[in-house]
């Protein structure tokens, strides 16, 4: 029989890491079922074509954290990618980038004035923003798809197409990027003022944090980090359509709370959200090479993404159901 220390130390590992129990045993499951789920190439395909959610992901979960949403993040990636590809033509790749950026980063400031310091609900204010920067990219682009003029001259699409050392640019960015952030939220004053306003704003405030200033920098994270989704999925294709992003908000936030983070604010990490993305991308994966029809796919990915946050929070709580009844 199990001693009880042993049943403590599983317990204590499974409430630490349960996702990331989970996310071994879905790769397991899959590597069985095919064997060429664990090829290189497709493992390297499969982080490749998750690297645009996973850089917007990394976002949300500064947002999330600091008990907020944001559900922009789709329209306003649509908005970058147009941005840059109309204005590569126009002003050079070189320009383009960075005026791109001062864009998206304007239009976070902007969602981060309305949460942050007029107080306003997060889940009105992107879900309005999702209409209002979606309306501003047809706007821009006269309801016109983007293309690059001469995509066969360009240094632009090293960002989306090239590789280093054989790994895929958008990995190496997904990867240095996860990095920092992890750093930043982890290791500086700032990260701990999220986790202190997620956690509870009122305390946070009485103890001098600058709660508004913390969610107004909070969506500057997000939108910075989808100024960079929209780079590599316009140098990826070197052409857009202008509804490129419309339902990735949802699939982003998916990620996040798979990777444990709770919508409630105060917890969650830059690493499980990577672990969260990681489990969709293979999840689809898996289901594709096992043949299964993309309707089905939709489905079973909802049931094993119910399956892995129900038991992430049971090996926090320590039951199966809550005590609660």
């Known amino acids: 029989m199990m001693s009880s220390m042993t049943r403590q130390t599983l317990g204590?590992?499974?409430?630490k890491q349960g996702i990331l129990i989970a996310f071994v045993l879905f790769m397991i499951v899959f590597a069985i079922a095919n064997q060429r789920?664990?090829?290189m190439d497709n493992i390297l395909g499969v982080v490749r074509s998750s690297a645009i959610i996973g850089v917007m992901a990394l976002g949300v979960t500064f947002v999330v954290i600091g008990g907020n949403l944001d559900l922009s993040v789709g329209s306003m990636m649509s908005f970058s990618t147009i941005v840059v590809?109309?204005?590569?033509?126009k002003i050079g790749p070189a320009m383009a980038i960075p005026a791109m950026f001062a864009l998206t980063l304007l239009l976070g400031a902007f969602i981060g004035f309305l949460v942050g310091y007029l107080k306003l609900n997060s889940l009105i204010v992107?879900?309005?923003?999702?209409?209002?920067?979606h309306g501003l990219t047809l706007t821009w682009s006269g309801g016109k798809n983007m293309d690059i003029a001469d995509k066969s001259g360009t240094w632009f699409s090293f960002f989306g197409q090239d590789r280093v050392l054989g790994i895929p640019v958008p990995i190496l960015i997904f990867a240095l990027l996860a990095v920092l952030l992890s750093l930043l939220l982890s290791k500086t004053a700032f990260g701990r003022q999220v986790y202190a306003v997620g956690g509870n704003g009122q305390a946070a405030t009485f103890s001098g944090i600058p709660r508004a200033r913390v969610v107004f920098m909070t969506y500057l994270v997000s939108s910075f980090c989808v100024a960079v989704a929209g780079l590599l999925q316009a140098s990826r294709s070197l052409g857009s359509q202008n509804t490129v992003g419309q339902g990735q908000e949802l699939v982003v936030l998916a990620a996040v709370i798979l990777g444990g983070a709770s919508?409630?604010?105060?917890s969650g990490t830059v690493f499980k959200t990577v672990i969260g993305v990681l489990i969709l991308g293979f999840i689809q994966n898996g289901l594709l090479l096992m043949g299964l029809d993309f309707y089905v796919q939709y489905m079973v990915t909802w049931a094993i993404i119910i399956l892995a946050v129900w038991l992430d929070v049971a090996a926090?709580?320590?039951?199966?159901w809550s005590p609660i009844a």
Not at 12 to 15: C, K, Q
Not at 316 to 320: A, F, I, M, V
Request: hydrophobic share 55%.
């Open 263 to 266: 919508l409630l604010g105060g």
């Open 126 to 133: 992107t879900l309005g923003m999702l209409s209002a920067i």
């Open 85 to 89: 590809l109309d204005l590569h033509d």
């Open 12 to 15: 204590t590992l499974l409430a």
């Open 316 to 320: 926090k709580r320590g039951h199966l």
């Open 37 to 39: 789920f664990i090829a």
